[in-house]
């Protein structure tokens, strides 16, 4: 019984395939290519570095851009998972020219432009509910889950609260007669 034979991955091509071949014309990833290209740089309010300290340079404010919006849309919140998905995912890849900036460098991005990226993906929401590509009705999903500790002795109620405040404004009037 013949089977579906994969490539061998050991061979040389004289043509090689581009990152590009494996990205769809109609994936979101070139919306978010397209949407931080069209940005104007000095409305971003995003923290520049002056490239003066020793040490590794610094990587585009864009790059760290598209990547934390694909990843966003992706659900992907982790600075570390980030970092794992530039070294398998084709399409961040493709977005970011292959580079694989660390969690620290991608944590750091985020807590010192923390204002500006929220301003950034309110604006970049906001374009995708304006081309119909978000319908903008699920606002949130919170997976937050909080163990009670509630006896009858600690529960309040309305009426628990209106006899507090009764004995509060009893005891005020107590103090100032």
């Given at each position: 019984m013949p089977y579906v034979?994969?490539?061998?991955?050991?061979?040389?091509y004289l043509l090689p395939n581009t990152l590009d071949d494996f990205v769809e014309e109609e994936s979101p990833v070139r919306v978010i290519d397209a949407y931080v290209d069209s940005l104007v740089r000095e409305e971003?309010?995003?923290r520049v570095y002056s490239g003066?300290?020793?040490?590794?340079?610094?990587?585009h404010r864009e790059d760290l851009l598209k990547l934390y919006l694909y990843c966003y849309m992706?659900?992907?919140?982790s600075p570390r998972k980030?970092?794992?998905?530039?070294?398998?995912?084709i399409e961040l890849m493709w977005l970011i020219g292959k580079l694989q900036p660390d969690h620290g460098t991608l944590s750091d991005f985020m807590k010192n432009n923390q204002s500006a990226i929220k301003k950034l993906f309110r604006e970049f929401n906001l374009m995708l509910k304006g081309?119909?590509?978000?319908d903008g009705q699920l606002v949130a999903i919170d997976g937050t889950k909080i163990k009670a500790n509630c006896s009858k002795k600690h529960?309040?109620?309305?009426?628990?609260?209106?006899?507090k405040l009764e004995h509060i404004n009893e005891k005020n009037r107590c103090i100032f007669a």
């Open positions: 034979e994969g490539e061998d991955r050991h061979q040389i971003l309010e995003f003066t300290k020793a040490g590794q340079k610094p990587y992706n659900g992907i919140r980030m970092e794992t998905e530039t070294k398998k995912n081309f119909g590509l978000i529960h309040i109620n309305a009426t628990i609260i209106g006899k």
